[in-house]
C-alpha cells in the first residue's frame, strides 16, 4: 500500500480552506476546450478536491462524478457547487467505485503521489472505465520543476518532500512506459504552480 496520508489531505483543506481559488487550472480548461471538441458527456474526476476543476466541465453540459480521499473537501464541493455531482469518498486505490462507463477521465496531480504499483492501478482502473471511444487526460509533475531533486530520495525520481508525502517526477520516457499500453497519443507540456505534463490517452488506440 501506499503512502496516501487521507489524514495530510484532510488537514490541508481544513488549515488552508478554498487554498486553490475557484478560477479552474489551465489543464482544466485546455481539457474542457478537448472534451466539448469531442462531445464528451459523462466526466470521471479521480482527486476532485473541492470542485474548482470540475464547473467548467457542467457548465459545458457534462455531468461530473467524482473521488475524493479528504471529507472536507467533498463538503466544501457540495457548499460551492451544489449536490448535483455524485462524489464517492474513498481512496482512487479502491476504485472502481461505480459500475458506470465515462466517455471522459481528468486526473489533475493526482498520479505522481502514488507509487508505481498503485501508478498502475490507477492508469488501468481508469482505462477500464472509459467507453470505447472514450478519452482519459492526466496531469503530472515533471522533472522540470525546482522541486524535483530536494528531500529524500526514496525510489528512482520519486522523493519524500514533506513529511510522509512522496512525489514521482514524469518525463517523457516514464511517462511513455506507464501509459504506453493505455492508448497514449499526445504528451504536451502546461504550466501550473509547477511544470506539468498533460498527457492524453483514447481508448483503443495502440
Ligand atoms: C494536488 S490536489 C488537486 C486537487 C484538485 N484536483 C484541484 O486542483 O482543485 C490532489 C487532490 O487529490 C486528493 N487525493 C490525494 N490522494 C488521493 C487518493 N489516494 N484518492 C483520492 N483522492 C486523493 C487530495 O485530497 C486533493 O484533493
Excluded at 498502475?120 to 522533472?143: H, P, V, W
Aim: charged fraction near 25%; hydrophobic fraction near 35%.
Amino acid at each position: 500500500m501506499t503512502n496516501e496520508k487521507p489524514e495530510f489531505w484532510e488537514s490541508a483543506f481544513i488549515n488552508k480552506q478554498e487554498m486553490l481559488g475557484f478560477e479552474p487550472s489551465k489543464s482544466a480548461i485546455l481539457t474542457n476546450d478537448f472534451f466539448v471538441q469531442k462531445s464528451i458527456k459523462n466526466i470521471l474526476i479521480p482527486g476532485i478536491g473541492y470542485g474548482r476543476n470540475a464547473q467548467i466541465f457542467r457548465d459545458h453540459e457534462m455531468a461530473v462524478t467524482g473521488i475524493e480521499i479528504s471529507k472536507t473537501a467533498i463538503d466544501m464541493a457540495k457548499k460551492h457547487y451544489g449536490t448535483g455531482m455524485t462524489i464517492y469518498h474513498g481512496s482512487v486505490i479502491d476504485m472502481p467505485f461505480d459500475k458506470h462507463q465515462y466517455n471522459g477521465i481528468f486526473c489533475y496531480a493526482l498520479i505522481h503521489l502514488l507509487d508505481a504499483n498503485d501508478r498502475k492501478k490507477l492508469i488501468s482502473d481508469c482505462y477500464n472505465q472509459l467507453t470505447d471511444d472514450g478519452y482519459m487526460i492526466f496531469t503530472a509533475i515533471s522533472k522540470e520543476a525546482s522541486t524535483y531533486g530536494q528531500g529524500k530520495l526514496v525510489s528512482k525520481d520519486r522523493y519524500e518532500i514533506f513529511d510522509g508525502i512522496k512525489m514521482f517526477f514524469y518525463d517523457r520516457e516514464s511517462i511513455n512506459t506507464e501509459f504506453g499500453k493505455a492508448g497514449l497519443f499526445e504528451i504536451t507540456e502546461v504550466t501550473e504552480n509547477y511544470p506539468f505534463f498533460l498527457i492524453k490517452c483514447r481508448k483503443g488506440h495502440q
